[in-house]
C-alpha cells in the first residue's frame, strides 16, 4: 500500500477542501493518506514532519495569492530546505493542487512553484492527467472535468464572495479526486 503525505495550507477554507478531496481520491486509489497543514509543521527534525519523510508520494496544495503560492505555505517551504540538503525526498512523487477566485488568476505560476519545489528535491512530478470538458458557458457549467484546462496539477475556482460551502464546484473537486488517485495509482507502480 502506498504512503501518501498531502501538505497545504487554506486561508479560506477551499483549499482545505480540495485537499480533502485529494484525500478521498488517493484512498480510493489504495493509498494509505496523511493530512497536513502547512502552516503547523514545526522544525523539519520533529515528528510531526514524518509522515512526509515515510511517504511514497507528497502531494502538495496552497491557494493562488497575488500570484503565487500563499506565505504560509511559502514559509513551509522554506523550512523544506534542510530536507532538500540531505536529499530526503530524493525519488518521492510529487503533484500540485490550488484555488484561487477567479479563473485564471496566475494559478499556473502557483503549479509551476509547487512543481519548482519537487523538482528541487529531486522528485517525480504527476500532473492529473485530465482532458478539459467544453463548457457550455463558465459561470454555469461548473460540473465539467478539468473545466478549467490546468495540466500541470488540479487547479479550482471558487469566486470571491463564495463560502467554502458553495466552492470549489462539484467539477473541480472531482479533479482533485482523481489527482489524488492518479497519484496513488502511480505510487503503487514504482513501489
Not at 466552492?167 to 502511480?186: F, I, M, Q, S
Request: include cysteine; hydrophobic fraction near 40%; proline fraction near 5%.
Amino acid at each position: 500500500m502506498a504512503k501518501i503525505a498531502i501538505v497545504y495550507h487554506s486561508g479560506y477554507g477551499h483549499t482545505k477542501k480540495q485537499a480533502l478531496a485529494v484525500a478521498e481520491g488517493a484512498r480510493a486509489g489504495g493509498a494509505e493518506v496523511d493530512v497536513l497543514e502547512a502552516d503547523a509543521l514545526g522544525d523539519p527534525e520533529g515528528d510531526d514532519w514524518a509522515p512526509l519523510d515515510a511517504a511514497d508520494a507528497i502531494i502538495f496544495g496552497s491557494p493562488t495569492y497575488m500570484g503565487s503560492v500563499s506565505g504560509p505555505f511559502e514559509s513551509f517551504v522554506d523550512k523544506t530546505s534542510k530536507k532538500w540538503f540531505t536529499q530526503a525526498w530524493h525519488g518521492k512523487i510529487g503533484a500540485g493542487f490550488t484555488c484561487s477566485s477567479s479563473f485564471h488568476g496566475s494559478k499556473q505560476v502557483t503549479l509551476q512553484r509547487l512543481c519548482e519545489l519537487a523538482m528541487q528535491h529531486g522528485m517525480i512530478w504527476v500532473g492529473p492527467g485530465l482532458m478539459p470538458t467544453e463548457p457550455t458557458h463558465p459561470d454555469t457549467d461548473k460540473d465539467g472535468n478539468n473545466r478549467l484546462g490546468f495540466y500541470l496539477g488540479a487547479a479550482a475556482q471558487a469566486g470571491q464572495n463564495a463560502s467554502p460551502e458553495e466552492a470549489p464546484t462539484n467539477g473541480d473537486l472531482a479533479n482533485a479526486h482523481a489527482l489524488g488517485k492518479r497519484v496513488a495509482e502511480v505510487a503503487a507502480r514504482m513501489g
